[in-house]
Structure formats: structure tokens, C-alpha cells
């Protein structure tokens, strides 16, 4: 039998409210114990809480959810007290001394939610992710699959490949020579659909991008305006900015929200090919890592000498002394703002065409490596002349889909998963 946890649901006090949940076989003695009986289930009572000694501890709102029709799939208990520490911690102190009890640990609610078929492993990212957005796109991609959408994708797709999986087996059952040509006229063209679905799916923006922010790096050579434009593109002098070169000697990134798009800007030592300074070399061999990690470079450095892809940046519209670009993507003066607007609107609008569309599930590295075996074990399936070897690359394919949404996972992965989730979800 279960442990049962107990935990502080709702933010750290104080607060005008203080959420205690309460989960498992023990959650109705547990509400016994501090109330003195059992509310109506799904109704809220109101009532005053005891500790053991008889001390009243606070007067509270008490829920009673018998399982297995609860959050977690178990009896759940939830004490909406007042939200100061001390009643919070005198709450928790007297359900410490409850037999059985004890205090979860981060993300237990949720895990047993999985383990007791309440939800899925993909819709268990999907709130993993709802927990961490900051910006209304993440918000509502990882609410589309916190949701089920990618789920109920994937459940449609595991249907087909067992249905594609049965026409097979009936060939190997009772076909004269077990061969594909047994197989009905749809069976390749099926297969040929899913296939172009899942590559679908796998070209689609990574949640990735947005869960960490589209990663914008300014680079340049030594003294060419990258610490005062990112200062100006952030809207905070976080970069130190001097005459003298070298000022920067390590990668200085910033998280931000433009226009409600994330983005992770980072700026960067000057480059050059030779410094006597061994910081400042340390610096320049980071700035050419983080380089490689960008979505897209500003460089500001001389023409055509930046990167592939990157965005010619005119940094200095204001000093007319210094070599101005012939074609630069934008001429901007952090200094006087001009062209900073227009190349915050540019990099809003470039982000956003890499960002999952609002309200669409997006994949993670471990999905997209599942769509992608799934999509090489259906292509495989459609190449295939032995009916044997069609079978065993469908139940390869079904293998993913199980993985995908949690029928087959190992425990590391969750610990990893479920790790992510605070204390008292």
C-alpha cells in the first residue's frame, strides 16, 4: 500500500491563502484527525482544525475527494487555510504526527497521477512545462499537450499501425505464400500517410526554442558597440560598457520577453586573433563556443566576416567618423536609439516564425527522437517484401508510440521528469 504524502500546494507563505493537499489511503483519517469528520464529498465545509493536543490550529476550508476519481487517483484531501507561516507550519507540524503520513517529495502528486492512469506521459511534460512557461506562447503550447492533444495524436496514430499490424498477421495466418501482395491495395498507401504525418510533426518547431528562448549572440571584434546595443536590447545595463578594449571577458546572457516571444540574448567578449591577456583568450574561445550554440549572430563586426546566416549589424549610425557597412540588415545607434526599434521588431517577427504556432503542441528531445523511430520503423515496414519483417518494423513502430506517451518508460526518465515539478505538485 501507498504511502500518504502531504505538502503545501499553493505559493510560499505569507499569503491570503495557504493550500495543503493530502493524497493516498490515509487521507481521510488524516482529515478525521484535524477536523473531527468526513465533509460531504466535492463539497467545501467549513471548519476549525485541531492539532492532537486539542489546540486549534486555524479555521479552514476542507474538500474531501474519495478515489479513484481524484487528481491523483487516490483519496485527496485539500485544507484551504489562512496563508501565514505559522499556521501553515503548525498544519503541517500536526499531519506530520499522523500515522502514516509524511511529506511528499518534488513532483509526487503528479507521478502518482501517472502511475494511477489519471494522466499520460506526455501530458505530465505537457504540465511540466505549463508550471515553467513565462510568455504566452509557451503558456499555451504546453497547454495543448498538458491538455492531451499530442495524446489523443498519438493514441490515432498507435491505432493505425495496429490495424496496419492485424492485415499483416492475417497474411502470415492464412495467405498461401505469405507475401505483401496478400496485403490490401490501401496497406502501402496507408503506410505512406502515417509516414508523411510523422515527418510532419518532426519539422515542426522544437519546444526546445521555446522553452528556452530563441538565442539571439552579439559578436564582433574588440570596441564594436555589441555590450551598449545589448544593454539597449534588453533594456538594462547589464553589460559593462568602456572605451577600452576587452571589457568583456566572458559570455553575459539575459532572458527576455519580447513582444511574448522568449529570447536568451548574450554578449560576448571581442574577437580577435591574437591577445596577451590569457582571461581575456579564455574569454574569446567561449564567445566563439556560444557562437555556435546562437539561433542567429548580430555581427558587428567587419562586413561579410561574420558567420553563416548571421545579421550585418551597423552599430554606430551616430559616429560618422567610424566605416559604416554598404549593406547592413539594420543601421542602429544604441546610443541615440535610432534603428533599435525596427531591429526589435525584425528579431520579434524572425523568433516567432521559429516558435511552434500559438496553441500548438510542440515536441521535446525525447518525443522527437520517439516520431522519429516510429517514422524510420514505418518506412522500413512500406520496403519490405517479407510479411515477417513488415510485422516486426510495425511493432517497432508501436513501440514508440507506447514510449511516447508512457506505456513503456524506464524509472530514470521519470525520476528526471517528475524532478522538475515543485513540492506539493
Known amino acids: ?36 469528520s468526513l465533509p460531504d464529498p466535492r463539497r467545501a465545509s467549513y471548519r476549525r482544525l485541531r492539532g492532537a493536543d486539542g489546540t486549534i490550529l486555524d479555521q479552514a476550508l476542507i474538500l474531501w475527494f474519495p478515489g479513484p476519481a481524484t487528481a491523483t487517483g487516490e483519496d485527496l484531501a485539500e485544507l484551504h487555510l489562512h496563508g501565514g507561516r505559522a499556521v501553515v507550519a503548525a498544519v503541517e507540524a500536526a499531519l506530520s504526527n499522523v500515522p502514516g503520513l509524511r511529506r511528499a517529495v518534488p513532483g509526487e502528486f503528479t507521478r502518482r497521477a501517472f502511475a494511477n492512469g489519471r494522466i499520460d506521459l506526455a501530458e505530465a511534460e505537457g504540465l511540466a512545462d505549463l508550471l515553467s512557461a513565462e510568455t504566452e506562447l509557451q503558456r499555451r503550447s504546453a497547454l495543448a499537450m498538458a491538455g492531451g492533444a499530442f495524446s489523443l495524436q498519438v493514441e490515432a496514430w498507435r491505432e493505425r499501425v495496429l490495424r496496419a499490424s492485424a492485415s499483416v498477421e492475417a497474411v502470415l495466418d492464412f495467405g498461401d505464400e505469405d507475401d505483401v501482395s496478400d496485403l490490401p491495395q490501401d496497406f502501402l498507401a496507408g503506410l505512406a500517410m502515417l509516414r508523411g504525418e510523422l515527418a510532419g510533426w518532426l519539422s515542426r518547431p522544437r519546444a526546445e526554442v521555446l522553452r528556452e528562448g530563441f538565442r539571439v549572440v552579439l559578436a564582433g571584434p574588440p570596441n564594436a558597440g555589441k555590450s551598449t546595443l545589448f544593454n539597449a536590447l534588453v533594456e538594462d545595463d547589464a553589460a559593462i560598457t568602456s572605451p577600452h578594449a576587452g571589457t568583456t571577458r566572458d559570455v553575459l546572457t539575459r532572458v527576455v520577453s519580447l513582444g511574448g ?26 564567445a566563439r563556443a556560444e557562437l555556435d550554440r546562437a539561433d542567429l549572430v548580430l555581427w558587428l563586426g567587419p562586413e561579410q566576416e561574420g558567420p553563416d546566416g548571421c545579421w550585418e549589424i551597423a552599430a554606430r549610425a551616430d559616429v560618422f567618423h567610424v566605416e559604416q557597412k554598404r549593406a547592413p540588415r539594420h543601421r542602429v545607434s544604441a546610443v541615440t536609439g535610432e534603428g533599435v526599434d525596427g ?38 515496414a512500406a520496403q519490405e517484401s517479407d510479411p515477417l519483417l513488415v510485422a516486426e518494423a510495425l511493432r517497432l513502430a508501436r513501440l514508440s508510440f507506447d514510449a511516447l506517451i508512457g506505456r513503456a518508460t524506464t524509472e530514470d526518465m521519470l525520476d528526471a521528469l517528475f524532478g522538475r515539478f515543485c513540492i506539493g505538485k
Open 1 to 36: 500500500m501507498p504511502d500518504t504524502i502531504f505538502a503545501l500546494s499553493s505559493g510560499s507563505p505569507p499569503a491570503a491563502i495557504g493550500v495543503v493537499r493530502i493524497s493516498g489511503p490515509d487521507a481521510g483519517a488524516a482529515l478525521v484527525a484535524l477536523a473531527g
Open 261 to 286: 516571444v522568449p529570447f536568451v540574448f548574450g554578449d560576448t567578449a571581442g574577437l580577435r586573433d591574437e591577445t596577451g591577456d590569457e582571461i581575456e583568450a579564455i574569454g574569446i574561445s567561449r
Open 343 to 380: 531591429l526589435r521588431r525584425d528579431l520579434i517577427e524572425t523568433a516567432s516564425k521559429a516558435m511552434p504556432r500559438p496553441g500548438e503542441a510542440a515536441l521535446n528531445r525525447r518525443q522527437y527522437a520517439l516520431v522519429a523511430e516510429a517514422e524510420r520503423a514505418i518506412g522500413a
